[in-house]
């Protein structure tokens, strides 16, 4: 690690000789690991206040199982994540879902997930017909009729518009009710009337741009998917967790001669005549060190505190953007009578506690090997903080209440294990005008050489996508050494706007 204050540094411009990556969640170290290889030459070094790795990531044993707490499923039909996860060890792990099959807890009833949408937009809507009332299904088939953009409120300065407005104007409130709000919660915790469309749908754009019909946009993207010479499944995971990740990756930077620290906050980050300096540690302790270059992989309010001096544009941005805290409790059972599939989420609209519950131990066969039932279910969404207060043990038995509600009273016993994880401020609310706005956060940190981002504030929320955007970071900073077959999985910059997409 570089400590010598000195203000004459190398020219910005010029390849760096040494990196410092703030944040050591799954982004800061993918950003780590990609640096290295493209600047093999460089210290690369990481600092992570924490004493754990991994941020959302993260697996612990709960009743004798190792069990995923946080992310627990990457999407397989980018290469990004998948293609990291074999490059540093775990191509002997990357496992697929055993059921694509999941349902839907509506009004009192487990219903299947209807197939045949994109994030529950149809494109036919009467594969919705088990799902809606009769009222709803009729309004959902009379719907593409209606002209285009008629009564939606676009936000004329980033001409985007709110998931939840743009559906219910083509198919009806109940369609965004009753499908496209569970799982855009799944993937936000948030609200569909709020979420962008640019963001979180991108492959609609086209359509409400041009005001072609939606069931017909989704139509083709759907028979492109299905006629796709080699259809991947959708998710991967990694055999005993996703959480698994972030130490196979860590391993394979410290190999590579990363170095990594834990429990080091970066308190301030300012630019001197040469590159980069960060004030690191507690305040009685704390130390400067000085780079060439530093990507910040750290979520918005952070990034916003570090970036307020040396790219004040890109901090107000990021301070602007919300984030939804969430808790995930798991339970594990001796046995247990599961219905198939691997789930089922829950519309807000029916006032339930939990919002959504994954049968791990169905979904995944290393788990299911493991000859318990293990059941996760979560809770929380954005604003909506009261079921959060409450202690574990409150939070556990109401979610285990609705969980026995949801598949009858004989079909889980006492658990043998109950943990409940919460993570506070752990999904970032891409709202109107999102895609705009991290425009103008890269344009402000563009500016400064030197200086890249990158984590679930940008591009997407998924591992997928925060990976995609740390090898998109390393690029900026490495000054085009990457992305020229030094790393080999994938462009720069290439689908910047991903669809975040997790059970
Ligand atoms: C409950 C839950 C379930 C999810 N499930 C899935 C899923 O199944 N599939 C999927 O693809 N995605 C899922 N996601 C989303 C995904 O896990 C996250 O978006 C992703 O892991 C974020 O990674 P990150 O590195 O950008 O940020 P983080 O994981 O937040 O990491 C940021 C790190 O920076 C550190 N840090 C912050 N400030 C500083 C500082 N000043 N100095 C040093 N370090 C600092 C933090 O301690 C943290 O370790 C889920 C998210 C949640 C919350």
């Known amino acids: 690690m570089d400590t010598s204050a000195s203000a004459s540094g190398p020219a910005p411009s010029r390849r760096p000789r040494s990196v410092a990556v703030i944040g050591g969640g ?226 394979s930077c410290e190999s590579a001669g990363v170095t990594v620290h834990r429990e080091t906050m970066v308190r301030e980050l300012s630019r001197t005549a040469g590159g980069w300096r960060l004030v690191c540690g507690p305040v009685p302790a704390a130390r400067a060190h000085e780079f060439d270059a530093v990507i910040v992989a750290v979520p918005g309010a952070p990034a916003a505190r570090l970036l307020k001096d040396a790219a004040p544009a890109a901090a107000t941005e990021l301070a602007g953007i919300a984030y939804a805290s969430v808790a995930l409790a798991t339970f594990v059972f001796d046995d247990a009578a599961l219905p198939a599939g691997s789930g089922f989420l829950v519309p807000p609209a029916d006032g339930r506690f939990i919002k959504a519950s994954t049968f791990s131990s169905v979904k995944w066969s290393w788990l299911a090997a493991s000859g318990k039932t293990v059941v996760r279910a979560s809770v929380g969404r954005h604003r909506e903080t009261a079921d959060l207060q409450r202690e574990d043990t409150e939070l556990a038995a109401l979610a285990l209440a609705d969980l026995r509600t949801a598949l009858g009273p004989d079909a889980l016993g006492d658990p043998v294990d109950r943990y409940v994880q919460r993570w506070g401020g752990g999904l970032p609310q891409y709202a109107v005008g999102h895609v705009a706005r991290v425009e103008r956060i890269r344009s402000a940190v563009a500016a400064q050489p030197g200086l890249a981002v990158c984590g679930a504030a940008y591009d997407g929320v998924g591992i997928a996508a925060c990976v995609a955007s740390a090898l998109r970071a390393a690029g900026e900073i490495s000054t085009g050494a990457i992305g020229t077959g030094a790393i080999g999985t994938g462009a720069i910059g290439t689908g910047a706007h991903t669809n975040p997409e997790h059970p």
Do not use: C
């Open 26 to 251: 799954i982004s800061g170290l993918a950003a780590a690991w990609y640096a290295k290889q493209a600047l093999p030459d460089a210290t690369v070094t990481v600092f992570e206040g924490s004493p754990r790795l991994g941020g959302k990531l993260a697996v612990a044993e709960v009743g004798g199982v190792r069990v995923d707490l946080g992310a627990e499923s990457i999407l397989n039909r980018r290469p990004e994540a998948v293609d990291l996860a074999r490059a540093v060890g775990l191509a002997d792990d990357i496992v697929h879902p055993a059921t694509a099959s999941a349902s839907i807890w509506n009004r009192g009833e487990l219903v299947p997930m209807p197939r045949g949408h994109l994030m529950g937009v149809p494109g036919d809507p009467r594969v919705l017909a088990g799902l809606l009332s009769a009222a709803g299904l009729k309004r959902a088939e009379a719907g593409p009729t209606l002209p285009p953009r008629s009564l939606l409120r676009v936000e004329a300065e980033t001409d985007d518009v709110a998931v939840g407005g743009f559906v219910a104007e083509r198919f009806g409130r109940e369609v965004v009710d009753r499908l496209v709000e569970p799982l855009l919660g799944g993937v936000y915790a948030g609200h569909a009337d709020e979420i962008s469309l640019r963001a979180a749908i991108p492959a609609l754009v086209p359509a409400y741009e041009s005001g072609e019909p939606l069931d017909e946009a989704v139509s083709k993207i759907l028979a492109a998917q299905a006629g796709a010479a080699d259809p991947k499944p959708v998710f991967a995971g990694i055999r005993g967790g996703v959480g698994r990740f972030p130490a196979a990756l860590t391993e």
